[in-house]
């Protein structure tokens, strides 16, 4: 049996949180916390940032206000209009279980949106083909036909958004088309075509969500990458350029264990305040562009989700292969092994010198929410 190393002191230590909303999700009952006229200011500022990407600009009067942590008539306001957009009816006066789930899930989506809307962007009077995007690109368009109802032609339930272009992503791509009286072979993507998906995608969301889009995608001075590896797939890696050698060893170890990395989330913003970078309450790695979140993909298909994970050494033998490599490396560190486990993490533990850990923060967190590089 493969035991895992022994941890350095102090090395591996709690899980990663970054997202006040999903931990207190977690917790249950997030309407006893969220509602008008809440005392609890971190959570409802994390609610407002999160709408403010949602793009509800407007609705929360984000000029006048920002994310000041009161849950009072603008916050109302743009939660009602959120609600409005995605078929639930309410005042706005209070964020339950339900509710606050779609948000989130909603704006988990925004990393795609950004990919979709810079191809939008693009020059498409030359044939682009799907089928010669990046993995990235392909895993975007994959998501959102899944969110439109097409996963069973994606047969998503198998592969997920693996980023790759075969039979059933042409398939989904043509019935997609079809039912919205585009002619389509399946992989070239027209302007008609990438015009209905965004139009189909943007009426969940508020109007301003695109003024973050160009900000939130690599750009020239900017840290902020998108990285491709060949054992990466699921949902776009975005990160801080500094943690891009460490996700090429993390790249490295799945090729040598014949898995594939599916990133179920990277680099995740904090709240902008009074249009400042200020430090959040914990030093997450994910804020700071050096953390992913994964499932491990292995024998064409199977999964290895958090549940599997927490079992290491005690996985399948491409798993503990994976994991094991993970452990050994003196530059990683796997949420598996913290005080709390947390099994589908992987950083690169830059938040043990929080001076660096800081710079990095503010360096990505500026880029993305101030265009700042």
């Not at 090395?11 to 977690?26: P, R």
């Not at 902008?272 to 959040?280: C, H, K, Q, S, T």
């Not at 562009?289 to 499932?295: A, E, L, Q, S, T």
């Amino acid at each position: 049996m493969i035991r895992p190393s022994l941890p350095k002191p102090n090395y591996y230590t709690s899980m990663e949180c970054s997202n006040i909303m999903e931990a207190a999700l977690e917790r249950g009952n997030i309407g006893s916390k969220l509602f008008k006229g809440s005392s609890e200011k971190e959570l409802v500022t994390d609610l407002q940032r999160v709408l403010f990407e949602l793009g509800f600009r407007r609705e929360l009067k984000w000029d006048s206000y920002n994310a000041d942590g009161d849950y009072g008539k603008a916050t109302a306001t743009a939660v009602a209009s959120f609600a409005r957009k995605n078929g639930i009816q309410t005042n706005g006066e209070k964020v339950d279980d339900a509710l606050a789930r779609i948000i989130l899930q909603r704006h988990d989506f925004l990393p795609e949106m950004y990919v979709l809307w810079d191809i939008s962007e693009g020059d498409l009077r030359t044939r682009k083909f799907i089928s010669k995007g990046t993995r990235t690109s392909i895993s975007a368009i994959q998501v959102l036909l899944n969110t439109l109802g097409y996963g069973q032609q994606l047969n998503f339930a198998k592969f997920g958004a693996d980023g790759l272009y075969g039979s059933n992503t042409r398939k989904a791509l043509v019935k997609y088309a079809a039912d919205n009286g585009v002619i389509s072979d399946g992989d070239w993507l027209s302007r008609p075509l990438i015009d209905i998906m965004l139009k189909d995608i943007n009426v969940f969301y508020g109007n301003s969500w695109k003024d973050l889009a160009a900000q939130n995608l690599p750009g020239r001075g900017s840290p902020l990458i998108l990285f491709e590896g060949s054992r990466f797939q699921g949902k776009p890696c975005r990160a801080d350029i500094q943690f891009l050698p460490r996700l090429k060893q993390i790249n490295k170890h799945a090729e040598a264990a014949n898995v594939f990395i599916h990133v179920t989330s990277s680099f995740r913003t904090s709240t902008n305040v009074n249009g400042a970078i200020v430090p959040p309450a914990t030093f997450s790695n994910h804020l700071a562009g050096h953390g992913i979140d994964m499932n491990v993909v292995y024998d064409d298909g199977k999964w290895a989700n958090s549940s599997v994970l927490r079992k290491y050494p005690n996985v399948p033998g491409p798993v503990r292969q994976f994991l094991k490599a993970i452990i050994d490396d003196p530059d990683l560190r796997w949420g598996g092994l913290f005080n709390t486990k947390d099994p589908v993490h992987i950083d690169d533990h830059l938040n043990k010198d929080r001076d660096q850990w800081k710079k990095r923060y503010k360096a990505m967190q500026k880029a993305v929410q101030l265009g700042g590089n």
